[in-house]
């Protein structure tokens, strides 16, 4: 109907509406097209949705399945009893942290702490790992939480030994 309208202008004139020489987009069409954009914008949002969904699915079982490179990260003679050492796993972005307990054994953790993420430090003379943003207590043993606002305990490094070098292997809990 709309576009059957005619020039006004001029009464009697055959000409089309001026309007609608500077709008040629007949209403029909326009819907047509809008409702097939739509259509496309939900199909590729749902795919990509889809996809992220995958790769969120994938990168636990990768984890999972122990993919830790073998890297070798110090020598045992190098760590004295009640001392500890600064190293990176599985990636040069990932502090972690070597101590020896004072059964003798060699511990690894990362530095991060599992509250709000600040670098833990070795406290040799009190026997824990302590992270200074909010006075985070960790054990040295275990790396659970003793005391402050950490409630989650330090991922632990799973470490090897082969002659006097240690090796970091993978990511425990
Ligand atoms: S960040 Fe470690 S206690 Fe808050």
């Not at 026997?127 to 950490?150: D, I, K, M, Q, W």
């Amino acid at each position: 109907m709309a576009d059957e309208e005619k020039c006004k202008q001029c009464h009697g004139c055959k000409k089309p509406a001026r309007w609608r020489e500077d709008f040629p987009v007949q209403w029909e069409k326009d819907e047509y097209v809008t409702r097939r954009e739509m259509v496309k914008f939900l199909s590729l949002g749902s795919l990509l949705i889809a996809g992220a969904n995958l790769i969120a699915a994938a990168v636990p079982r990768f984890q999972s399945r122990g993919e830790f490179p073998r890297v070798r990260i110090a020598s045992s003679h190098q760590i004295a009893a009640d001392g500890s050492l600064l190293f990176r796993y599985p990636t040069d972005e990932d502090p972690c942290l070597l101590v020896r307990n004072r059964k003798g054994e060699l511990v690894g953790y990362s530095q991060v702490c599992t509250h709000l993420s600040c670098a833990i430090v070795h406290r040799p003379e009190e026997n824990t790992l302590f992270c200074p943003c909010h006075h985070g207590y960790f054990s040295v043993e275990e790396g659970r939480p003793t005391a402050g606002p950490p409630t989650r305990s330090l991922p632990r490094i799973k470490l090897e030994q082969t002659g006097d070098d240690i090796f970091a292997v993978g990511i425990g809990i």
